[in-house]
C-alpha cells in the first residue's frame, strides 16, 4: 500500500478556547433553562414593576401678579419685581412650612426638585407646577404652597406697612400734643385779653353804635376768602367721594387691594373734615358773626386798644381746632391701619387666615386657577423597571445558560474536541450509527466508517502495524467502534486481526459493563484457545488461536475463558504475538482497556504503533482525556487522533 503522511495544518496565533458554534448549539440544548429565566423574568417583571415603579402624578396652580408699574411696594422694602417673588416661592423655610403642615416625610430637597416655579411668557402669570407620587398629593403641594408664599408676602407687605405707619404715628401724636399744648395756653390768654377788652370798651354813651369802616372792610376781606375756601372744599370733596366710591365699587370685584381702598377712604375722609363744619365749628362761626356785628367805633370815636388782638387770638384758635380735628382724623386713621397689620400679621402667625381665594385678596396675586386632583398620571416608572427587571433575570438566564455551557469541559463537537484536545479527529458517529448490544452486526457498513478507516490509514500506512484503540474510561461505544471500523477495512481489502485484551470479562453475562469484542462477535460460544493461552507459551503459533469471523477479511483473537493479569502485556509473549501478527495481517487492531481501569494500555500502547482515543460526546470532561494522553506522550507515543460518538445530528456536521 502506498504511504500517507499526515500534513500539520497551522491554526491562527489567537484562538478561542472553544468553539462558538458549538457553544451556541450547546446554549440552544440548555433552552430550557433559559425559557424558564424568561418566564420567571416575565412574572418578575410584572410584579417588580407594579411594586417598585411609582406614577408621577402633575398638578399646577396659577396666580395673577397685580402691580402698579410693574411692581409692588412692599412697605420700606421698595418695590419687588415678579421675577424676585419667583424665586421666593422655593426659598427652604416656605418649604419647610410645607412639609410640617401636610407631614410629609421626605426632604426640603426632595419636595424642591419636585417643584417648579416659572413665568408665563410674556405675562404676569406665576406657575406653581408639583410631581408627585400620589394624584392628591400633587394638588395639596401645590396648593400649600402657593397659600404659605402668600403668607410670606402678605407678612413682608403688612411689616413693610408697620415700619412705614410707626414713625409717621409717632409723628402726628406729636403734632397732637403740641397743639393741645398751644390751644390750653391760647385759651388762657383768651380769657385775661377778653377781661382786658371789657375794661377798654367801657366808652362814653355818645359814641356807641359807631363802628370803625377799617375794621368792616377787613372783616369783609375775611368773609370772602373764607367762602372761597369753603367752596375749594366742597369740590375736593366731591372728587374725593368719586373716588372713593370708585375704589369701593372696583375692591367689590376683587381688582383693587385692601391697602388702596383704605387710602381712598382716608382722602374722603380728611376732605370731609375739612369741608363738613361740626357743632363746634357752627358754634365759633355764630359766635363770630357775634363779635362781627358789634358797632366799634369809628376812627374819631375812642377804641379798645386790646380788641383786635383779641380777633387775631379768636381766628387763631379757630384755625388751630381745624389742625387739631385733622391730626385727630390722620392719627385714628393711621392706628386704625396699624391695628390691622398687626390683626394680620398674628392671623398668619397663628394660621387664623382663611385659604385659597380670601387669602389671595389680601396681596397683590390673584388665583388664577387651584391646584386640581389629576385624573391620569404624568409618567410612570412601573413600565421602566418591568422592562429592566425582564432584560436583567433574561441576561441573567442568558448567561446562566452561557456559563454552563462554557464551564463545561466534555468535548461536545469535532471542533471542540479539536480546540481542547489538540488533537485531529477522525471521525464522528451519531447514536444512530452505533449497533445495539443485542441487533446483528450491520455489514452493509456506512459512508461514516468508510472515511473513518480512510483516515485511519492516512495516520498510520504502515504495512502489517498495530493500532490500539482505548478510552480514557469504560464504555461500550469504543467496541463498537473498533467493529465498524474493523469491518470498514475488511471491505476495503484488508487483512484485519482484532485481539481482545478485556481483563474484566470473564463470561459474557457476568456484569452489566459492556460486552468485550470477543462477545460481541462470538456470543455464546466457546473458545478453546485464545490470548490467555498464546501469551503463557500453551500456544505457540497465532495461527492457532486466532478464529475467523462473519466480517470479511476479519479475524479475532479471543481472550479465552482464563484470566488475564495485566503485566503479561510487558513480556515478550506479546511482542511476538504482534510480530507473528505482523506476516499475516496488514493491521492488527488491539482492544486495550481503559486508562482509568489500570495500567494494562499503558503496558500495551509499548508495543503498537499507533493510538486512537474513542470518547463520548459529552461524557468525560476534557481534563481528564487531556490527562490520558498526557499519560501516552509521557511512554514516547503519540496519539493518532480521536472518534467521537453519541454525537448528536447538529453536532456531528461539524467536523
Not at 7 to 23: C, F, H, N, S, Y
Not at 333 to 354: F, G, M, T, W
Amino acid at each position: 500500500m502506498s504511504t500517507y503522511a499526515a500534513q500539520p495544518v497551522e491554526g491562527p496565533v489567537m484562538e478561542l478556547p472553544i468553539d462558538i458554534r458549538t457553544a451556541l448549539l450547546g446554549m440552544w440544548g440548555r433552552r430550557h433553562i433559559f425559557f424558564a429565566f424568561v418566564l420567571l423574568a416575565v412574572l418578575a417583571g410584572l410584579s417588580g414593576g407594579w411594586l417598585l415603579g411609582k406614577k408621577t402624578y402633575q398638578a399646577e396652580t396659577l396666580l395673577l401678579f397685580q402691580t402698579d408699574a410693574g411692581a409692588v411696594e412692599t412697605g420700606d422694602v421698595g418695590p419687588v419685581s415678579l421675577e424676585t417673588h419667583m424665586n421666593m416661592v422655593k426659598i427652604p423655610i416656605n418649604l419647610e412650612e410645607v412639609r410640617d403642615r401636610l407631614e410629609l416625610p421626605v426632604a426640603v430637597q426632595t419636595l424642591g426638585a419636585g417643584t417648579e416655579v416659572q413665568i408665563q411668557r410674556s405675562t404676569s402669570l406665576l406657575s406653581i407646577r408639583t410631581r408627585w407620587e400620589s394624584a392628591a398629593g400633587a394638588a395639596a403641594i401645590a396648593n400649600t404652597l402657593r397659600d404659605v408664599f402668600i403668607e410670606r408676602h402678605l407678612t413682608l407687605l403688612y411689616q413693610g406697612e408697620r415700619n412705614a405707619l410707626g414713625p409717621m404715628l409717632e409723628d402726628a401724636q406729636k403734632r397732637k400734643a403740641l397743639i393741645e399744648l398751644q390751644m390750653s395756653r391760647l385759651g388762657d390768654f383768651e380769657k385775661s385779653t377778653r377781661k382786658r377788652v371789657g375794661d377798654e370798651q367801657k366808652v362814653p354813651p355818645e359814641l356807641e353804635g359807631l363802628g370803625d369802616i377799617n375794621i368792616r372792610v377787613e372783616r369783609l376781606r375775611d368773609a370772602i376768602y373764607d367762602d372761597q375756601r369753603h367752596r375749594a372744599n366742597v369740590a375736593d370733596l366731591t372728587r374725593a367721594e368719586i373716588e372713593y366710591e370708585k375704589a369701593r365699587k372696583l375692591f367689590e370685584q376683587s381688582l383693587l387691594s385692601q391697602l388702596e381702598l383704605d387710602k381712598a377712604r382716608t382722602s374722603y375722609e380728611r376732605h370731609k373734615a375739612l369741608t363738613v363744619d361740626t357743632d363746634q365749628i357752627d358754634a365759633w362761626r355764630t359766635e363770630l358773626e357775634r363779635l362781627q356785628s358789634v358797632a366799634m367805633p369809628d376812627s374819631n370815636v375812642a377804641t379798645s386798644p386790646s380788641a383786635a388782638v383779641l380777633q387775631d387770638m379768636l381766628l387763631k384758635d379757630f384755625y388751630i381746632r381745624l389742625e387739631l380735628i385733622e391730626l385727630e382724623e390722620k392719627v385714628r386713621v393711621l392706628a386704625r391701619r396699624d391695628a390691622d397689620a398687626v390683626a394680620i400679621l398674628d392671623a398668619i402667625r397663628h394660621r387664623k387666615l382663611p385659604r385659597g381665594s380670601d387669602l389671595a385678596e389680601r396681596s397683590r396675586f390673584r388665583i388664577v386657577s387651584p391646584a386640581k386632583v389629576p385624573v391620569f398620571p404624568q409618567s410612570s416608572t412601573r413600565r421602566l423597571f418591568a422592562i429592566g427587571i425582564f432584560a436583567l433575570l433574561t441576561l441573567a438566564g442568558l448567561g446562566l445558560v452561557a456559563g454552563l455551557e462554557v464551564l463545561d469541559t466534555r468535548v461536545k463537537s469535532p471542533a471542540d474536541a479539536e480546540i481542547k484536545l489538540k488533537l485531529p479527529v477522525l471521525g464522528a458517529v451519531s447514536r444512530a450509527e452505533l449497533l445495539g448490544k443485542d441487533r446483528l452486526l450491520n455489514l452493509s457498513g456506512s459512508d461514516t466508517f468508510r472515511a473513518i478507516a480512510r483516515r485511519v490509514r492516512l495516520t498510520d500506512s504502515t504495512e502489517g502495524g498495530s493500532l490500539l484503540v482505548t478510552s480514557y474510561e469504560s464504555q461500550e461505544d469504543r467496541v463498537e467502534i473498533l467493529l465498524h471500523l474493523a469491518a470498514a477495512l475488511g471491505r476495503q481489502g484488508e487483512r484485519v486481526l482484532i485481539v481482545d485484551t478485556n481483563l474484566t470479562h470473564d463470561a459474557p453475562t457476568e456484569s452489566k459493563i459492556p460486552a468485550s469484542v470477543t462477545e460481541r462477535l462470538l456470543g455464546e460460544r466457546a473458545c478453546s484457545s485464545g490470548l490467555s493461552e498464546f501469551l503463557d507459551g500453551s500456544a505457540r503459533e497465532l495461527a492457532n488461536v486466532t478464529i475467523n469471523t462473519v466480517l470479511p477479511g476479519v479475524d479475532i483473537l479471543p481472550k479465552s475463558r482464563g484470566r488475564l493479569e495485566a503485566d503479561v502485556f510487558a513480556g515478550s509473549r506479546m511482542k511476538d504475538l504482534l510480530e507473528q501478527a505482523s506476516k499475516r495481517y496488514t493491521l492488527t487492531i488491539v482492544d486495550g482497556p481503559a486508562l482509568s481501569e489500570g495500567a494494562a494500555s499503558e503496558l500495551l500502547l509499548t508495543w503498537c504503533s499507533s493510538i486512537i482515543f474513542v470518547e463520548a460526546s459529552r461524557s468525560v470532561p476534557s481534563g481528564k482525556i487531556r490527562s490520558g494522553v498526557a499519560r501516552v506522550e509521557s511512554h514516547r507515543r503519540s496519539v493518532a487522533g480521536v472518534i467521537l460518538t453519541q454525537m448528536e445530528d447538529p453536532f456531528r456536521t461539524i467536523v
